[in-house]
């Protein structure tokens, strides 16, 4: 009796044992790291072609939902490789429960200091802006509608209102007036095949700012403010410590196209309307 009797306490304390060693690897770390970059043969952002081929490093620390996260662009200005068009990104925020909010402030190397312009809207070369974005992913919540919600608008640096002849508007104190310009993006995730991620994006501004040149969106119903219709195809393969991807992409900006131009969509840099790419990353972290 008294011998059943241990080797049943041994076997509850090796069960136990057990359970708590499982339990705590799968436990997740409330510290959490992810340094990897991207390799990209164009830079594709939001309907716009941004830059030739390039290279994206970005290094991610996280606390319990809270992050900071330093991203860079280091590539050509176009396919020809004329110039270098390098960026810094630094985003801090909030990410858990499907719901992120985050500011990131964008630096571009013209050769200003690192704060110039940031709070001056009159300075039209200003190096520096800063976005606020708040976003939602209802994929968080239920695997069955994998849908994302993002609205971005810029809160600093160069970002000012024209009237229809071009020219600033004012405020009260003299001051360019702020135009707050946004973009609006809805995203859907289509898993195929081999683990092939299809994603469907539409991003739109809905008054007018950056991304439709500080004009009006809505022209006479010729011109609408539908900045992005995109298509992306992903792979992702998992290692230990590492995650590769590779992926294609396609970006068409209806902004400006009537059915007057609508064969002269394919310009040069920022002015091309359809624009293709595609990439290759690897990510490594705990």
Same mark, same amino acid.
């Given at each position: 009796?008294?011998?059943?009797?241990?080797?049943?306490?041994?076997?509850?304390?090796?069960?136990?044992?057990?359970?708590?060693?499982?339990?705590?690897?799968?436990?997740?770390?409330?510290?959490?790291?992810?340094?990897?970059?991207?390799?990209?043969?164009? #830079?594709?952002?939001?309907?716009?072609?941004?830059?030739?081929?390039?290279?994206?490093?970005?290094?991610?620390?996280?606390?319990?939902?809270?992050?900071?996260? !330093?991203?860079? *662009?280091?590539?050509?200005?176009?396919?020809?490789?004329?110039?270098? *068009?390098?960026?810094?990104?630094?985003?801090?925020?909030?990410?858990?429960?499907?719901? /992120?909010?985050?500011? $990131?402030?964008? #630096?571009?190397?013209?050769?200003?200091?690192?704060?110039?312009?940031?709070?001056?809207?009159?300075?039209?070369?200003? &190096?520096?802006?800063?976005?606020?974005?708040?976003?939602?992913?209802?994929?968080?919540?239920?695997?069955?509608?994998?849908?994302?919600?993002?609205?971005?608008?810029?809160?600093?640096?160069?970002?000012?209102?024209?009237?229809?002849?071009?020219?600033?508007?004012? *405020?009260? @104190?003299?001051?360019?007036?702020?135009?707050? &310009?946004?973009?609006?993006?809805?995203? #859907?995730?289509? $898993?195929?095949?081999?683990?092939? =991620?299809?994603?469907?994006?539409?991003?739109?501004?809905?008054?007018?700012?950056?991304? $439709?040149?500080? /004009?009006?969106?809505?022209?006479?119903?010729?011109?609408? !403010?539908?900045? @992005?219709?995109?298509?992306?195809?992903?792979?992702?393969?998992?290692?230990?410590?590492?995650?590769?991807?590779?992926?294609?992409?396609?970006?068409?900006?209806?902004?400006?196209?009537?059915?007057?131009?609508?064969?002269? =969509?394919?310009?040069?840099?920022? $002015?091309?309307?359809?624009?293709?790419?595609?990439?290759?990353?690897? #990510?490594?972290? *705990?």
């Amino acid at each position: 009796m008294k011998r059943s009797i241990i080797i049943l306490a041994l076997t509850l304390i090796g069960v136990s044992a057990f359970s708590f060693k499982v339990s705590a690897e799968e436990k997740e770390p409330n510290f959490t790291f992810e340094i990897g970059a991207d390799v990209v043969s164009s #830079y594709l952002w939001r309907g716009q072609n941004l830059g030739g081929l390039s290279i994206q490093p970005s290094v991610t620390l996280d606390w319990k939902g809270i992050y900071i996260c !330093g991203w860079a *662009n280091i590539g050509a200005d176009n396919w020809k490789f004329q110039e270098l *068009n390098p960026e810094l990104d630094i985003t801090i925020g909030y990410d858990n429960y499907g719901v /992120k909010l985050d500011l $990131t402030h964008f #630096y571009y190397f013209y050769g200003d200091k690192y704060f110039k312009g940031l709070e001056d809207p009159n300075n039209k070369f200003s &190096s520096s802006t800063m976005e606020l974005h708040a976003g939602l992913d209802v994929g968080e919540w239920t695997e069955i509608v994998p849908l994302t919600l993002d609205w971005y608008t810029t809160v600093l640096g160069y970002d000012p209102v024209f009237d229809e002849n071009d020219n600033l508007v004012l *405020n009260e @104190n003299g001051n360019a007036k702020r135009a707050f &310009s946004t973009y609006i993006e809805l995203g #859907y995730d289509i $898993t195929l095949p081999l683990d092939i =991620i299809l994603g469907l994006k539409v991003g739109f501004t809905p008054w007018k700012g950056m991304l $439709t040149e500080y /004009k009006e969106v809505w022209n006479s119903g010729q011109t609408v !403010g539908l900045n @992005n219709l995109q298509l992306r195809a992903e792979r992702e393969f998992e290692l230990k410590h590492a995650c590769f991807n590779i992926w294609g992409e396609v970006m068409f900006n209806c902004y400006g196209v009537t059915k007057n131009n609508i064969i002269n =969509i394919f310009g040069e840099g920022a $002015t091309q309307k359809l624009n293709a790419g595609l990439g290759v990353g690897i #990510y490594f972290g *705990n």
